[in-house]
């Protein structure tokens, strides 16, 4: 039996996977900010020491 058989599952659950949702410009600008401190913290700090 394949993993990708059925097993009883009902398909309209109203489950969505995180790559099918919508995201927002806050959600972006979230992202950009981590991006960004990340980037600091791992490129920045070890030039200023």
């Not at 993993?3 to 600008?29: I, Y």
Request: hydrophobic letters at 45%; glycine letters at 12%; a negative charge.
């Amino acid at each position: 039996m394949s993993d990708h058989d059925d097993h009883g599952h009902d398909e309209d659950e109203g489950r969505v996977t995180a790559p099918m949702q919508d995201f927002g410009m806050s959600q972006v600008t979230t992202g950009l900010v981590v991006l960004v401190v990340g980037l600091v913290v791992v490129f920045g700090v070890p030039l200023l020491v």
